[in-house]
Structures are given as C-alpha cells and as structure tokens.
C-alpha cells in the first residue's frame, strides 16, 4: 500500500520536468545500444569514414561515448592511487616517480604496444580497438586530476583531521564526508581540463597507422583526420561545429550543474554573497521522478549495500581471529608469489625494451639529446606564455560567479576543443606573417598546455574563502597588495599543479605540434616530439622506445628536483589552511 500511495502521489506532481528527464535517460539508453552494437561489431580492416554532414551527429555520440568511458576510469583510477599515495609514506616514494614516468610518456608511447594486445586479444570484434582507444583518451585526462586530488589530501586543515577523529568517523566516512568534498572543487575543475586533455588527441586515438596498418574507428576524431588529409574544408569546418555544438551541451547539462551543486563545499566560515547557479540543476532538483529514484532506490540500495559491507568486514575479522595463523602465512604466500610475479614481469619488459635500446647506434642517441634540448626550450618557452597569459584570466573568473557563468562556456569550449583540428589554419596564419613551424611550434604546444594552467588557476581562486576576500576589503589593501598577500598565496598550490601538468601536457603535445599534417604537405619542426611521431608511422620502434625514455627520463628529473620542492614550498609556506 505504501508504494502504491507513492506511485500516486507521484503521478499527481509529475511535471514538464519529469517527462524531459523520462526522454533524456530513452534517448541516452537508446544512444547506448547503439554504442554497445558498434563495440560488439566484427573488426573490419579499414572503416571507410562518410565525410557528409549527416554523419556527424552519430560519430560526435561515439566520441563522446569513449570520452566518458575512459572519464570514468580516470575518476576511479585518480580516487585509489590519490589517496594511497598521500597517506601511504612508503608507497608515496614509489607511486609520484611512477605518476611522473606514466604522466611524461606521449600516447604514441602507449598506443603501439597497447592496441596490437588489445586486437590480439579481441581477434574477431571491435572490443579490442575500442578499448585501445579509451585506454588512449584515458592517458591524456588522468595525470592532472590524480595530481589535484593528491595535493588536496596533503592540503587538507589539521583542524578537519582533529574533528573527524573526535567524530570517530571511520576511513570510509572520512573519505565521504571529508576528504572528497574538500578536492571537490580542484577535482571537478581539472576533471573539465581531462576532458579537453582527452580530445586533444581524438585525431590520433580514433585514427592512426602504425607501420603499414591502419586503424580507425567511426568517431569526430577520424571524420576530422580524414577531412584534413583531403584537404576538404566544408567537412573541416562542420566537424568544427559538431564539436562546439557538443561541448556546449556538455557544459550546460553535466559540468555547469556540478560545479553550481560542488559550491557548498567550499571551506570558508562566512557564506559568499555570490555563488554559482545552474538553471539544469535547478530543474534537476525539482524533478519528483529524480528525487523518487533517490528516496525509494538509491537511498535504501546505498544503505543495505553498506550494511552488507560492513557485515562481510565483520565476519572477516571474525574468521581472521579463528584462523589467524594460516589467515598470516596465506596472505604472507599471496604477497610474496605476487612481488615474484611483478619482478619477473619487470624483468621480461627491461629486457625486451634494453634489446630495443641497443639497436639505437651512437649517433642516433647523439641526435635525441639534440632534438630533446630543442623540444624542452619550445615547452619552457609554452608554459612561460601561457603563465603570463592564464593566470588575471584565471583569477577574475575564479573570483567572480558573474563573469564566471559567462565565460565557462567559452572556456570550455577553447579549451575542450581538439587544437590538432586547427593546427592546419593555424599553420597558414603563421606561415602568412613568416613564422615557420620552428617557432610556431610552440604556438601550437602553447593551444593545449595554456589550460591546465588555467583551470587550476581558476579552482584555486574560487577556493579562497570569501571571509580572507572580505578582511582584505575592510583593510584597504591596494590591487598589488590584494595580489601579493592574498591571491598569489592563495592560487600558489593550484598553480603548481598547474605548471607540472601543463609541463607534461606540452610535452605531449609535441608529438603533434612538431609534426602537422595537412593535404599532401608534412611540416616537420625538429625536435623529440617530431622524432617519436616519425618512427612511429615507420614502425621504428627502437628509435620510438629511446625517444620515449629520454623524454619521461626528463621529465622525471624536473619534476624531482625543481616540481616538487615548489610543491613543498607551496604546502608548507602558502596553503591557506596552515
């Protein structure tokens, strides 16, 4: 009877509102049948990519489709190895290298390897390259939202640590109530950057040769590759559209929402006259179809699941105390047969890339170290403009909710937006005013690098309590004085998140930026990024392994001996919590 009560209660308040959200989640299920047909679909050796405009409402759901999909593995990957790392001393000293190695490695240092395994391993459907190419959007959105999350927990107030001891709140509790809501706003901030960091290379990842075999999947990003190899600008410029078109609904419908629901985890003691507002969630909060499945399914499932939980936990711990020495000697077998299997494992792969290293001659080792010094000049000489550029842009809209629902959308767009589709017209405006591809290089490096500085500059801006902003009011401190004692102090650790991601994304990106494509021409600036694109399209892959390690091998060292002493400085001299 209690249900049927509901039901009817329900049915009475069902508005304009529920009937949009009912044919949102069709369309998305609907969307999804679809995807899941192309994924299970046999392989095909080439897929011919239809350049009319027609097609491109299905290839941008595919794309988005696989941006997502890796956006989750990404969240899911950034929560474990985050908090791991920031509460595990031992484990710390061996995962932020590792970070460092994995976030340095271009995806054409991934691509090869992982794309023949997963086709080997789904021989007769799509699964194989589908997932490749997940797994390669996963690898430009992760590294900056794993090192956000990481410098929040380090960040977090002692204070908070003390209450949530006094509250005897277990691990799990802490984690919901406390230590996801305080990265909350850096997360979601760099979560819209790994979405633009995950098209920036969607030409690459749904369309590449390696040696003489061609993959592609039906997407926006193999539309875009193929319309610029046929130089054919109408289909260039409708993939441009389809792209705008799909970034403004994402914001309007998923981030914009987040970021306006996420404002009431701000760590401040007195309440901002102006916070962030979305009309969706507004919407979405008034909807009783949406609050049904939250009271009566969500709520209850959540709770039974967590109870069970807790249960399993409980019996463990029982049958653990009964059997508490073969329980010991079990997980002490368990640890060392896998540290075995790890070290076999990384023994088969040092050998296998070692005999791929000592292919390279002398000379050619010689002409790395030239190209890289060249490539770290172009990546400094980036992330220099993009600092002096980014941060009063960053800080403005961070500090003010007005121009910041304003320009949110066009951040998004700029910055979500596949620079690589625009190299081409970039190239022509540079070569029209004499800059050859040398220097403009790194305008083009400077298109996918300038946002991770932005992004984080802006979370660390809307991060500042409102109460600091208003003491500095009633102070009368001047702009520079506003600036040195309280914004630049206040943006500083977002901002070293910023600078080391947005160094890793500039070295990722000169793999495209020092190598652009367009019609029958191939303008090459030299440099290691353009290095590791041409050995790749020749099925190198000694002269692709050793300009892929004296590349993470660099990036490595400069994130030890320069990232992460401002990284102390920043937590131990500017955090706002201390």
Same mark, same amino acid.
């Given at each position: ?24 989640? *069709?369309?998305?299920?609907?969307? &999804? ?37 890796? =956006?989750?593995?990404? &969240? ?6 985050? =908090? ?35 086709? *080997? ?58 230590? &996801?809501? =305080? ?36 997407? !926006? ?5 193929? +319309? !610029? ?84 936990? *409980? ?10 020495? +073969? ?49 770290? %000049? ?63 290089? !790194? ?71 020092? =190598? %652009? ?17 041409? *050995? ?43």
């Amino acid at each position: 009877m209690s249900f049927v009560r509901t039901y009817v209660r329900l049915r009475r308040r069902t508005s304009w509102i529920d009937l949009f959200v009912f044919a949102g989640i *069709a369309a998305l299920l609907f969307g &999804l049948l679809s995807v899941g047909k192309e994924w299970s679909g046999e392989l095909r050796p080439r897929v011919d990519i239809d350049l009319s405009p027609s097609a491109l409402p299905k290839y941008t759901f595919f794309s988005l489709v696989r941006g997502f999909a890796a =956006y989750g593995v990404s &969240l899911a990957f950034t929560l474990v190895y985050g =908090y791991v790392a920031a509460y595990n001393k031992r484990a710390e000293k061996i995962m932020l290298p590792l970070l460092d190695i994995l976030q340095s490695i271009p995806v054409l240092g991934f691509l090869p390897g992982l794309v023949l395994a997963l086709v *080997a391993t789904f021989p007769n459907s799509n699964l194989g390259l589908e997932l490749a190419c997940v797994l390669m959007i996963f690898t430009g959105q992760v590294w900056n939202m794993t090192f956000s999350f990481y410098n929040s927990l380090r960040s977090l107030p002692e204070e908070l640590r003390e209450a949530a001891s006094v509250y005897k709140l277990n691990w799990w509790q802490r984690f919901i109530k406390l230590e &996801l809501p =305080y990265s909350a706003m850096g997360l979601i901030w760099n979560s819209m950057m790994s979405m633009a960091g995950g098209w920036f290379f969607l030409t690459i990842t749904e369309a590449f040769v390696l040696g003489d075999k061609d993959f592609r999947l039906p997407g !926006i990003g193999s539309y875009m590759s193929v +319309a !610029i190899a046929h130089g054919d600008i109408r289909a260039m410029l409708s993939a441009v559209l389809a792209m705008i078109l799909m970034i403004l609904l994402v914001d309007q419908l998923f981030w914009r929402p987040i970021v306006a629901w996420a404002q009431k985890y701000k760590f401040e003691e007195t309440e901002s006259a102006q916070v962030e507002k979305s009309l969706v969630l507004d919407l979405l909060q008034r909807s009783q179809l949406l609050k049904f499945a939250r009271e009566r399914v969500w709520q209850p499932t959540s709770a039974a699941s967590m109870r069970v939980l807790q249960g399993a936990v *409980a019996l463990e711990q029982v049958e653990e105390k009964k059997n508490e020495s +073969a329980t010991k000697y079990l997980k002490l077998a368990f640890t060392w047969l896998a540290r075995a299997a790890v070290i076999a494992l990384l023994f088969y792969g040092a050998g296998k890339l070692f005999s791929l290293l000592f292919s390279v001659n002398l000379a050619a080792w010689i002409n790395i170290l030239f190209r890289l010094l060249l490539t770290l %000049v172009r990546v400094s000489v980036a992330v220099i403009i993009g600092t002096l550029i980014m941060i009063p842009i960053g800080v403005a809209i961070g500090l003010n909710p007005k121009l910041s629902r304003i320009l949110q959308p066009v951040v998004q767009v700029t910055a979500s937006f596949p620079a690589p589709m625009l190299f081409p017209l970039v190239i022509l405006a540079l070569s029209s005013a004499g800059v050859g591809i040398e220097v403009g290089a !790194i305008v083009l490096m400077l298109l996918g690098t300038q946002w991770y500085i932005l992004f984080n500059v802006i979370a660390g801006a809307m991060g500042i309590p409102h109460d600091l902003r208003e003491a500095a009011r009633v102070a009368r401190l001047t702009q520079w004085q506003t600036w040195k004692r309280l914004i630049l102090p206040g943006i500083f650790p977002s901002l070293v998140t910023g600078w080391v991601t947005a160094t890793g994304g500039a070295w990722n990106a000169s793999i495209v930026a020092e =190598y %652009v494509h367009f019609g029958n021409k191939n303008l090459i600036a030299t440099g290691l990024g353009s290095l590791i694109t041409t *050995a790749t399209d020749a099925g190198n892959f000694g002269m692709l392994a050793a300009g892929v390690i004296a590349m993470a091998t660099t990036v490595v060292l400069i994130n030890k001996f320069f990232w992460r002493r401002l990284y102390a400085i920043a937590e131990n001299r500017y955090s706002l919590n201390k």
